[in-house]
């Protein structure tokens, strides 16, 4: 068949999922009601998102004056944020892009919200280059557009505007491929909704989708082919952020390791973000049967990887650092002269969260172990950002003129905005958890009989499953219905509750379209004597408990469903 | 052409792989197959032709490309040439490598856009478009196939039901 895989590969779906168990499990959180935590997260993001809005506020009606910046340090949190959110935003594409080239199986579990992350993340980092303008009407200047102010156009030679273009195609395309993604989830939750409202929202957000076969195939070469254009644009976006520095003359920016070096560090960095988001995400939405420990693991490796390359990067700029035996180059932000100097908490912040920590995924069960993994992503998180605020902060504070020497301190307004969009990324990806299909379920099915857990072992033992298999019948075969008398009496009570159903007189109504109700159980139901939707809208916790132990099968399942409320509806 | 339709619903890809090379097998017409997931080799047992959705991914790629040459030849060496930091701009040659980023971006700009609006053009799916799967559970866990009938309504019937079909309900086509 064309499902194998090789017995060695670990499982990625576990918990013995079938088809529909995948649409239930995905939908789930969207049908569901959100609890406490949730709302008090929300809130808490809410806030936050607030008071950056106001901090924005004032910063534009008042001017860039009310940041902390000084004559010599004229860049410092703005785009220390900036870069660090963009960093962020590199994971999501890296997953769905770079592992669908490699064919990696295991993105299709964490690739939709790695991507929905990814897109809220640099739309916070998209704030502040413009909010960092100062005089943001007139951010129109950054757009080659004709205007009336004589031939003023934009100067295509500066890395400052290739930014511009990066990120706006980086965001844009990163958009439409995450949203042709969410077509057919957003078909399933459709078609599953009950409630009028939802229904019209999901279709509206579907594009009606029908998933016909030239659908897919067209869907599949879309998905192949922006995912070749996404993979270069990915690493061409941060190289391009880096040459912000690179291309300057000031010391310690003045590198030619530089896009490579950024390129790891967002990826390291965006892969932080994805395990903290995730591990929470995991418990919070029941999905630990799609995002497991290979998941967990695998995001580690690639950690590992990309903060090899990073220390590596550190280690050598160090060294030509000193090597080259400049003074200027003393001060620089990976030097003897920065370790040692007012900013060596910052130093060592970055060594110790980025260089020094991550190294304990070398270890096995580090690297399986979720509170550790959470641990160390966090460590990675506040240590990503500390090598942007030294790479901009530390070398801007110590000039070519030593009467120049000074030092940073942020403002409110700095640490407003900063947790503004903090808050502003969490209230989106909140919503985002509560509304869209967070696992690509259409994909994950069509991986299913090759890494199933199921699948797997059926394929891989086959003697053993059909034992389990023969033993499972027999025990079915014991609580079918016609069999023993306590069975049937059981029955007559339920009926005697539900009323009776005459098929030779009544049109009996097609129970399938009670989600809960296959094809088998509508049979089990018809030799019951259940056949309309007024029977079943009558049923009770009393009623859902016999039938229960007449059918042997699913038990609890129909009132988790509630299959009485949704037959009340189809009733009319 | 008759104004019937079979639907044939099943429970399994594998199942149904099967049955479409079946029903070709045995001359019936599929109008169309409805699956939840890309079912793998399923538009090669229709006999679907190949999409040619890359290629115009590369002839627009190839327009934005073309687009970029244009607009920065346009306004930094013809409209207003201008010496920036020493590195005057008269000659869009020796200026060229200042524009690579920005005629990379160009490209992946207009490949990827058109070729989605391209995508969503063809396969008929836009805001607003009603959904149209026969059966709402092919979104799910099931897959349908829909076969012509002319006047063999017992004779496809018959066969779709060896090859598996849970279901099977004729339909007037719309």
Redesign the interface.
Known sequence: MGHYEAPIREPIIIGDKNYHDISVDVAAPIEGKANKLWYIAFTISLLAFLWGVGAIIYTIGTGIGVWGLNNKINWAWDITNFVWWIGIGHAGTLISAVLLLFRQKWRMGINRSAEAMTIFAVFQAGLFPLIHMGRIWDGFYVLPIPNQLGSLWVNFNSPLLWDVFAISTYLSVSLVFWWTGLLPDFAMIRDRATKPFQKKIYSLVSFGWSGRAKDWQRFEEVSLVLAGLATPLVLSVHTIVSFDFATSVIPGWHSTVYPPYFVAGAVFSGFAMVQTLLLIMRKVSNLESYITRVHIENMNKVILVTGGIVAVAYLSEFFVGWYTGSSYEDFVYLSVGAATGPYWWAFWALIICNGVIPQLLWIKKIRTNYIWTFIIAIFINIGMWFERFDIIVINLSRGHLPSTWTQFSPTFVDIGIFLGTLGFFFVLFLLYARTFPVIAQAEVKSILKSSGNNYKRERDNPSAVKQEKKQSKKEVKKSKPSIGADQEAKTNTLLESLGTFDIKTQQPDDLKKVKGIGPVMEKTLNQIGIYSFNQVSKMTKNEYDLLDSITGSFPGRAQRDDWAGQANKLKS | MSSQVIHALY?D??VLLKAVKDVREAHHHIE????????????KA?G?A??R??IT?FMF?LTGLGFAFW??NY??IQ??P?N??G?P?FSFAE?MP??V??L???T??F???L??IT??M????????????PD??????KFLMEVAVDGNEKEIKSLLERTGA??ITLKEKH
Do not use: C
């Not at chain 2, 063809?122 to 799967?133: D, G, H, L, T, V």
């Not at chain 2, 709402?136 to 866990?141: A, E, F, K």
């Open positions: 429970d890809d594998d169309e197959v409805f699956t939840p997931f890309p079912v793998h080799g399923l538009e229709m679907i190949p999409t959705m890359a991914g790629g607009f920065l306004i930094m409209d207003w201008q920036i930091g590195k701009s200026n200042a524009f980023p920005i990379f971006e160009m992946v700009f490949s990827a856009h070729m989605v995508f969503y063809r396969s008929k799916i836009w805001p607003f478009r009603k959904a149209e799967n709402p559970r092919t979104t799910d866990d849970i279901e």
